[in-house]
Every structure is written in C-alpha cells, then in structure tokens.
C-alpha cells in the first residue's frame, strides 16, 4: 500500500469536505441570494410561519418560475389583467432556481419563522387632546365616505378634497359650507391649481392592477383637455419649475402594481408634454423637491413602497438630467407609506420623518415595527435613524411645531391600528416635550371612531394664526375591523374632521 498517496487521499477528503457548505449554510446563501435580488433580504422573524407558508412563500416561487399546483398568480383576475400581468415579465417561465434549491429554501425559511410575532403593548396612550377642538363636518347627504384626496389651503382658509366617484369638493371653513367644483369621472388623487391652469390626476383603477389608464387633466377657463393618460395608477402628482425656467413641470408618482415608475412630464409646446422616467419600480408614492446639496438646483426626493422600499433623491446634475442616490432602504413587508421633510433638530439640514404602516394586503398581522420613525440628517445626506415610535398600520405624518413652543411635533394617522385592542390609535398627536432627547406626549382622540381615517393635512384652516389638522375618512373595509365599528362607520355622516388648534384662541 503506497502511504503515501493514502495519506494525500484523506487529506484532500478533508479539504473537500470543510469546502462544501453544510445544507443549512447553502440555505442561508440561497436565501441571501435571492431574496436579496432586487431588495433588502426582510427578516425571517418579521412574519410568522403561517403567513410564510400561505402567502409569501407560494408568491415567490411563482416570480422565481417555480410551478405549484397549489397557487396560480393569475388566478381570479380578467383576461385582460393577466394579459397584462404577463406582459410585465414578474411571473417568469424559466425557473431561476432548481426545484431541490427551492425545497431547501423553503424548509430553511419555515424552520426559522416564528409561530408568531411578539407584540408590545406600548407606553399608555392619554385619550383626548387638550390643545384641539374635533370638528366633525359632513361634506354630502351620503352615509359613510370615500375620499381619496385631501389637501389645505391656508390663504384661503379652504379644504379641497376629491372622492372615489371623481368628485371634486371644497369646503369653505370662513363659510361652512361645500362648494362643487366637478367631475372627473374616477377617484382624484392630486389636485393643484397654478396660475390659470389647474391640473387633476384621476388614479384610473384604485385596487391593484397593470392596467394603465389614469391620466392627468388639465382645465383651463372651465374647459379640460388631457396632457397625460395611460398612467399606471398615478397617486400623487407635483407641479414645478425645476430648471427655473419659467414653465411647470409635471413630476408623477405612478404607484403601479408589479411594476410602476416616477415620471417627468415636460411642456414642449403650449398643449403638448413629453415624459421621461426618473425611476422605473413600482409603489411610488410621495416626492418633494428640495436642493438637498445646496447647488442651487431643484433636486427630487421620492419615497417607494413596493419591493425596494426607501427613500431616493434624485440630484439635478445640469438641465433636467438627474442622478439617483439611495439613502434610506427598507424591508419589503415594512409597508412604508409617508414621508416629510423637516429640519427636527435646527442645525440648518433636513431630515426625514417616514412612516409605515400600509397592510392591505396579503400579510395582515400587527407588526411591531410598524410606526414613526426620525432620520437625522448630518449635512451630507447620510441619515441615521434617531428615534422609533411604534404604531400598528401607521400611515400619513404631518410634522409642524403645532403649540408654537420651539420643536417639532406630528400628527400621525394609522389606517390599519389594532382596531381590537386600540380603536383609538387611528390618531395620534405626539407633543414633542425633549426634543434633543426625543421625549413625546402621546395623545389620541375621543372621537376617533368617527370615521376610518386614511389621509392627513394640516394648515391654518379657520384664520387664527396657528396650524389645524384635518383628517379624511375612507369608510372601505381594507382589513378586519369590528363589525360594531365597521357598521358605524358606513352609517356616519362624519366625511372630515377638523382638529382645531386653539393655541392662540
């Protein structure tokens, strides 16, 4: 017997087997791999074993071309929207991970979810805000409401609001009363009026979908022409010079579905635009502009919700070309939903305050890390989350130093609380009382099951020098409510309510 090859044979053995990953090392790798692909890898243990198993899991097999005879992703949807689902290239045909690599994949994520997720009961929460007077106003003779628009004008002392059926309301708070201002056939999403132009942006199918077809009008003098159509479930439209040019752009937060994008719409002659994409991912949902390098150029900050969720600014290089820089990644399954810009600590930079919360959908269950979160800016764009406060389903902000006392407070409105254990937590006022240490007062309102609040805004509404609040009720059944509250509800004549600040009264 040659030992000496005996002993080089053991030792190349050795080798070979320290080199090969153990089964649970290749399941980490997969999952980091893959699921990392286009996104940050979520936490296994921010969802339960259930919720893995029924939803995500059959989801991502199906975008990965994993068959299962158990889950169609087309199942359930038109002709037309599978045929626009297909053309989206989300569900491929060729499968981009073998069969045996997806079992191990599977087992992996399964053996280490949880059976369920730890919930915080959170500091007490004080019902009633001192500080703000709850004005219910009812806009219609409808029961229950649908608004799908919301914004205040403080010069004017006015709520404009839009609805499911495309309606197009203002109600006059100096007046009390609604004014009519037309139909736009489906649901209003933005609304802005710019000199003698005013401009609307009709979301087209509100429920996800591929389907194009919201579009942007225009009216002038009472006559309306469309600038824009075929727009992919636009939700939120800004109108602005951004190369000082003189002329409006249109910059577009196509919120999509699988797919979506941020579009730039520009006038090259007096009826005509042109439109390039920024950023080509769906959930779109927010933009501000803001020169957030001090260069003197409109820069684009914009929030995305779906998939790669964060927070991107686009810096202006030279005449409307623009280059991304993403500043702020977030989970998948976070649900982000808002955001504001605000300098919260006075040091002459702003900084981010987001919320998440959005749980319609195939993941329902309180999340814990659901809520308002404060990103602080250190003057070069590198932001560093500074303070979390937990709030199931939380999903509009508004930051504003509302008692005038020298910080920032916010009000915040979760459309997906634990309506089971904490009804009121629809509405939150945080009374910022530390500001270097971050230290609120947390309030909520007595009358919060007036309606299901869905939007938020703020602006001095009733002229007396202070800022107001004002929150829109959508009275649809996105998830499990209780069906004495949901009854109320679709029976209440509150549409808006009004939290008048009497500060200064």
């Not at 919700?305 to 702020?328: C, H, K, P, W």
């Not at 900084?351 to 800016?377: C, E, M, S």
């Amino acid at each position: 017997m040659n030992i000496t090859k005996s002993v080089l044979g053991c030792m190349l053995l050795g080798v070979l087997e320290a080199c090969t990953p153990s089964k649970e090392e290749r399941a980490a790798e997969l999952y980091t791999v893959h699921c990392a692909s286009c996104h940050i890898a979520p936490r296994i243990d921010d969802l339960p074993k259930h919720l893995w198993e029924s939803s995500v899991l059959p989801e991502m097999a199906a975008r990965m071309g994993i068959k299962d005879s158990a889950y169609n992703p087309y199942e359930g949807f038109s002709f037309r929207e599978q045929e626009a689902m297909m053309k989206t290239g989300i569900y491929t045909r060729q499968p981009t991970l073998s069969k045996e690599d997806w079992l191990v994949l599977r087992d992996y994520i399964l053996t280490m979810a949880p059976e369920s997720l730890e919930t915080s009961t959170g500091e007490k929460i004080k019902k009633g805000v001192s500080q703000f007077r709850p004005v219910p106003i009812n806009i219609d003779s409808t029961k229950g409401t649908l608004i799908t628009f919301l914004a205040v004008d403080s010069t004017e002392h006015s709520i404009s609001l839009g609805d499911l059926a495309g309606n197009k309301l203002k109600y006059l708070a100096d007046e009390n009363k609604v004014k009519p201002v037309g139909n736009f056939s489906t649901a209003i999403t933005a609304y802005s009026e710019r000199r003698e132009e005013v401009f609307i942006t009709t979301v087209g199918n509100l429920n996800p979908s591929e389907i194009a077809n919201g579009r942007i009008s225009r009216m002038i003098n009472g006559e309306i022409e469309q600038i824009a159509t075929n727009l992919h479930r636009p939700v939120y439209t800004e109108i602005s010079d951004l190369n000082g040019d003189g002329v409006m752009e249109l910059l577009v937060s196509e919120f999509g579905n699988l797919t979506g994008r941020l579009s730039l719409w520009s006038r090259k002659k007096r009826l005509s635009y042109e439109e390039e994409v920024l950023l080509n991912q769906p959930g779109v949902i927010r933009t501000k502009i803001r020169d957030m390098n001090s260069d003197d150029k409109a820069d684009i900050m914009v929030m995305t919700t779906q998939g790669s969720e964060g927070i991107t600014i686009l810096y202006q290089m030279n005449d409307m070309e623009f280059r991304a820089e993403q500043v702020l990644r977030f989970s998948p399954i976070y649900g982000s939903s808002w955001f504001e810009l605000v300098d919260y600590n006075g040091d002459g930079f702003d900084d981010i305050i987001t919320v998440n919360g959005d749980n319609a959908d195939n993941t329902y269950i309180q999340k814990p890390y659901h809520g308002l979160r404060v990103y602080l800016n250190d003057g070069r764009n590198i932001f560093e989350e500074r303070y979390f406060y937990p709030l199931n389903g939380a999903t509009r902000v508004v930051a504003n130093d509302f008692d005038q006392d020298g910080d920032i407070d916010f009000g915040v409105v979760a459309s997906f609380p634990d309506y089971e254990q904490c009804p009121e937590c629809s509405f939150v006022y945080l009374e910022n009382t530390d500001s270097k240490n971050f230290v609120f007062k947390s309030h909520t309102l007595e009358t919060s099951d007036l309606g299901r609040w869905l939007l938020l805004a703020s602006g001095d509404i009733d002229n007396d020098g202070d800022e107001d609040m004002v929150l829109s009720s959508f009275t649809y059944s996105f998830t499990p409510v209780p069906e004495s509250l949901l009854s109320k509800w679709q029976n209440s004549n509150t549409d808006i309510l009004i939290l008048e600040n009497n500060l200064l009264r």
